[in-house]
């Protein structure tokens, strides 16, 4: 966890994955001052926390001091602009880690992750920038997950698995070890995959096949 300087930190996104991250901040005592939302409709409170305004809130507050942001956007493509936002405007990402999750020593987190309740991060993983591992999600060792991917409760990938970025992998689902999943595809709740997945694509089943091709996005 790497804590701001001020112990503050703003969360961006108030959706329901936003409440989550907001819980895993004041779990390692950071003084959440509220949620920034991209929908200007948006007002009032979220678990008893201010919808402090929009993006041009959050820009105007920026640029002249910047504030610690943690990412409370379930969508990966989301999740991606915003980090390019706050990486233009100076402000710095705060990496979210329960303090229930098991983080090996040896393994490396970057910037904006969120690791969730009752993760685990083994030995030599690397953990990407703006990556989330959810609810009990198992990254054994020498793992790779990508940028602003995301590994939903209970996904387990075995060691050497390379998990490329902006890509999604549901509910429950596996990947054997020495498997790599590709840039911004999908794997289906439950899925168990055994062989590589090619880059965007949405593959369901055990074992795992292609459902169809995804047009890519970067």
Request: hydrophobic letters at 45%.
């Amino acid at each position: 966890m790497n804590i701001p300087s001020s112990g503050k930190a703003i969360v961006y996104g108030a959706s329901g994955h936003g409440k989550v991250v907001a819980d895993i901040l004041q779990a390692c005592g950071i003084e959440v001052e509220g949620f920034v939302d991209d929908d200007p409709l948006k007002h009032g409170e979220v678990c008893g926390l201010k919808i402090l305004g929009d993006a041009d809130w959050f820009t105007e507050r920026n640029s002249s001091k910047p504030v610690g942001i943690a990412l409370g956007i379930g969508d990966n493509f989301a999740r991606s602009l915003v980090i390019e936002r706050c990486v233009a405007l100076g402000a710095p990402l705060v990496t979210a880690v329960h303090p229930s999750a098991t983080i090996a020593t040896s393994a490396k987190v970057l910037p904006g992750a969120v690791i969730m309740a009752q993760a685990v991060v083994n030995a030599d993983a690397v953990i990407g920038r703006g990556a989330i591992i959810n609810t009990g999600a198992i990254v054994e060792h020498d793992c790779r997950v990508g940028n602003c991917a995301h590994l939903s409760p209970k996904v387990a990938i075995g060691g050497h698995v390379q998990v490329g970025d902006l890509s999604w992998l549901g509910i429950g689902s596996t990947v054997i070890s020495n498997i790599t999943v590709g840039t911004g595809s999908i794997v289906g709740a439950g899925a168990t995959v055994v062989h590589n997945v090619d880059d965007w694509v949405v593959t369901i089943g055990t074992p795992a096949r292609i459902l169809k091709h995804l047009e890519p996005r970067i």
